[in-house]
């Protein structure tokens, strides 16, 4: 089986900055894509960014210029910096990795259980 572990969502004030991190373990053979998304109340959830094993990465239009995604290998971990936050990117934020066991050939997608991020105007 393979947990991921979101830390660091809270308050703060727009303009303020945060910073996620994603822990992933179990029985991991390797790690594909990892990445971030969201879901505000009433919304989809949707995705604000992620990365390759390689380092290649693709963020949503409106966390552009703002949000930084990374990850180290060695440890299994994603990061996600936030900067310039404003009120609307208030959402749960979930943890995700595209992850090969060392049970089975193929990768499966799983899931972190969410961190708030908060945002007040």
């Known amino acids: 089986q393979v947990q991921l572990v979101e830390s660091g969502g809270g308050l703060v004030q727009a303009g303020g900055s945060l910073r996620l991190s994603c822990v992933a373990s179990?029985?991991?053979?390797?790690?594909?894509?990892m990445g971030w998304y969201r879901q505000a109340p009433g919304k989809q959830r949707e995705l604000v960014a992620a990365i390759t094993s390689g380092g290649g990465t693709n963020y949503a239009d409106s966390v552009k210029g703002r949000f930084t995604i990374s990850r180290d290998n060695a440890k299994n971990t994603v990061l996600l910096q936030m900067n310039s936050l404003k009120p609307e990117d208030t959402a749960v934020y979930y943890c995700?990795?595209?992850?090969?066991?060392?049970?089975?050939?193929?990768?499966?997608?799983?899931w972190g259980q969410g961190t708030q991020v908060t945002v007040s105007s």
């Open positions: 995700n990795a595209d992850v090969r066991t060392y049970y089975r050939y193929r990768s499966d997608v799983y």
């Open positions: 179990g029985s991991i053979a390797s790690i594909n894509a």
